[in-house]
T-cell receptor, first 118, second 114 residues
Framework: AQTVTQSQPEMSVQEAETVTLSCTYD???????LFWYKQPPSRQMILVIR??????QNATENRFSVNFQKAAKSFSLKISDSQLGDTAMYFC???????????????FGKGTLLTVNP | EAQVTQNPRYLITVTGKKLTVTCSQN?????MSWYRQDPGLGLRQIYY???????DKGDVPEGYKVSRKEKRNFPLILESPSPNQTSLYFC?????????????FGPGTRLTVL
């Protein structure tokens, strides 16, 4: 079974600064996908970024980027130029690679509550 | 607008009173799933469905039922709710394609069982 660990229950950052959220995972799979989801106070789950394990290049989406270290099973999220709207709970998630019919289950970490201070 | 809807958004009920949380998507997705979110535990999968009439248990299925009679709908049924089912529930859907299709989440249903 896969496990996802987020070791930072809470973090804070000043507006316009950069912050990195940590995530490690454990799996025996070779092909898989990793995700970061954001959950603002509205509770909506919003996909921030995804990474395919077979890709060496780190994914980037505007101010959000990841540092994917496959050998170390590490998948951190970097938020640059933090904005007040980035205040949210952030979840790291893992999914096995599947084709055809099978469960597309996301295995989530426990989350990191990020507060961006003005 | 492509979306997953859930109803109700908030529900307070009493132990043993049967309830249904509806989930509907307008994206013609084959795959649908239910998660519950509890503080300090993240999200855990309850049930999933690969297509109409095809459902299976997730990690925490006890106390829940589901059905998939239509492609767009995937209701979650609590036949005899108990206080330990007080939680935030999310429905999610995606296509069945590729290695890991992006999943769309509903807005969540906050359930309190007294």
């Amino acid at each position: 079974a896969q496990t996802v660990t987020q070791s930072q229950p809470e973090m804070s950052v000043q507006e316009a600064e950069t912050v990195t959220l940590s995530c490690t995972y454990d799996t025996s799979e070779n092909n898989y996908y990793l995700f970061w989801y954001k959950q603002p106070p509205s509770r909506q789950m919003i996909l921030v970024i995804r990474q395919e394990a077979y890709k060496q290049q780190n994914a980037t989406e505007n101010r959000f980027s990841v540092n994917f270290q496959k050998a170390a099973k590490s998948f951190s999220l970097k938020i640059s130029d933090s904005q007040l709207g980035d205040t949210a709970m952030y979840f790291c998630a893992f999914m096995k690679s599947r084709s055809g019919g099978s469960n597309y289950k996301l295995t989530f970490g426990k989350g990191t509550l990020l507060t961006v201070n003005p | 607008e492509a979306q997953v809807t859930q109803n109700p958004r908030y529900l307070i009920t009493v132990t043993g009173k049967k309830l249904t949380v509806t989930c509907s998507q307008n994206m013609n997705h084959e795959y649908m799933s239910w998660y519950r979110q509890d503080p300090g535990l993240g999200l855990r999968q309850i049930y999933y469905s690969m297509n109409v009439e095809v459902t299976d248990k997730g990690d925490v299925p006890e106390g829940y039922k589901v059905s998939r009679k239509e492609k767009r709908n995937f209701p979650l049924i609590l036949e005899s709710p108990s206080p330990n089912q007080t939680s935030l529930y999310f429905c999610a859907s995606s296509l069945r394609s590729g290695g890991a299709p992006s999943q769309y989440f509903g807005p969540g249903t906050r359930l309190t069982v007294l």
